[in-house]
């Protein structure tokens, strides 16, 4: 009978995982959304064609689509005089777009659309800007009209679950998800769990997420609104809520204390320790026994590295054995430091403001190092301490006005969560 129930459990795992996922979807939205079909022409009484969508059908004239991908070097005038548009014209388009958008903005690699009438006039184009939207610039006689148009993206709620075998990325890339979404998740508990150390074989998580849509090709991950992790048998939780009154959001676990810390636990998203905190190790370049007041983290050349709490850069440039380093000062009489970068990020100069989780630089080789890491070191009153095995104090809390609406909305999310195994014990009772 086990035997039975199981294969039979094994049929119907993928329409099990399919029903949570859309009741989840229901339970997040509060409500199911009702999608109306909307007839294209008005049909009189005996089927016959409405005279006034004939009307319109005969002004507007027919366009003729013309695709073109922006070359590197190629700027938009240079595409517009190919399609017959003279100085004159282009700089009126510039004008007429320059309200809403930096003509000289425009990419390489990105898609513009030119819409010519049977004389071959371009009498509109449209310009992909980035995944949100489009600019479309319309002629009106010698002028042009210009708007950002955003894209008609569906968003679909998805609960994504996985275990860990190899690394993270790897487990959500089996789930049937992106990198993306995996350095997105590892992002919300960078503050409890360092996720170059921490991932052990077994460990295993769920999210809540939203997916855009564009018809029925997927574009992009939207917001996370729920997530759990469970690693070595420690349960770590997550929940999305944005202030009414600021739009800030942020995540919290189920009581409403904040995920946040004064400190991050790692200063790179994924990777593997190759050196800890010690007061003596053997140093590969000087080949003598001395203290390692820092914790060395292995990565490829260019991986970015993000500051670990917000602060002012005290120093960012060239520092001897050090190589490229910078050095934040935080409050509480805090200071980080991180070395052997092979550059620095945007901005990042001395007196800069940075914010947690900013990339500062970019893991490198230089000065005395045998290899590409990160050299990550942090100071509490002059003194180094154990980035690794200090204890920092949590931020602020879920302001205390929102709190119910927040543990409706924790309770939805559990909900969610919990419903396949809700659905197994009910099919395994029925059997």
């Not at 994504?160 to 990198?179: H, L, M, R």
């Not at 350095?183 to 052990?200: G, Q, S």
Request: glycine share 10%; proline share 4%; aromatic share 12%.
């Amino acid at each position: 009978m086990n035997r039975k129930k199981a294969f039979v459990f094994l049929l119907i795992s993928p329409l099990l995982a399919l029903i949570a996922a859309s009741v989840g979807y229901l339970v997040i939205q509060g409500r199911a959304k009702t999608v109306s079909a909307v007839a294209s022409g008005v049909q009189a009484s005996r089927g016959g064609p409405n005279v006034l969508t004939q009307a319109r059908a005969q002004a507007e004239p027919v366009l003729i689509e013309h695709k073109k991908v922006i070359l590197k070097g190629r700027t938009l005038a240079d595409i517009l005089k190919r399609y017959g548009f003279s100085d004159l014209e282009v700089e009126n388009l510039k004008t007429g777009i320059k309200p809403v958008y930096n003509a000289a903005k425009v990419v390489a690699g990105h898609e513009l659309r030119l819409y010519a009438d049977t004389s071959l006039q371009v009498q509109r184009l449209e310009y992909d800007i980035d995944e949100n939207g489009y600019l479309s610039v319309k002629r009106r006689g010698g002028a042009f009209a210009a708007e950002i148009v955003p894209f008609p993206y569906e968003v679909r709620t998805a609960l994504v679950t996985g275990t860990i075998e190899d690394t993270p990325i790897a487990a959500f890339n089996k789930s049937g998800e992106g990198a993306v979404l995996a350095m997105d998740f590892a992002e919300i508990f960078a503050w409890d769990v360092d996720f170059y150390l921490d991932p052990r074989r077994g460990d295993s998580f769920r999210l809540i997420v939203q997916k855009k849509y564009l018809g029925d090709k997927f574009v992009s991950y939207g917001a996370i609104l729920a997530a759990e992790y469970v690693n070595g048998g420690k349960l770590f939780q997550a929940f999305r809520f944005a202030y009414p009154d600021t739009g800030k959001a942020d995540y919290f676990d189920a009581a409403g204390g904040s995920l946040r810390k004064e400190f991050m636990k790692s200063p790179l998203k994924y990777g593997h320790i190759t050196s800890r905190f010690t007061a003596s190790r053997f140093h590969p370049i000087e080949r003598v026994y001395k203290s390692h007041f820092a914790v060395d983290y292995a990565a490829g050349i260019g991986t970015p590295v993000w500051a670990t709490a917000a602060g002012r850069v005290l120093f960012a440039g060239w520092n001897g054995s050090s190589g490229q380093m910078v050095r934040i000062r935080h409050k509480g009489g805090y200071e980080t430091m991180y070395s052997h970068l092979s550059g620095l990020g945007t901005g990042i100069q001395k007196d800069a403001q940075v914010e947690a989780g900013q990339v500062i630089g970019y893991v490198g080789a230089t000065g005395e190092a045998t290899g590409p890491h990160l050299d990550y070191r942090i100071t509490y009153h002059d003194s180094y301490i154990n980035p690794l095995g200090y204890r920092f104090k949590p931020a602020d809390p879920l302001r205390p006005e929102y709190l119910a609406d927040f543990q409706k909305r924790v309770r939805s999310c559990l909900a969610v969560f919990d419903l396949p195994l809700i659905l197994i014990r009910n099919f395994l009772s029925a059997a």
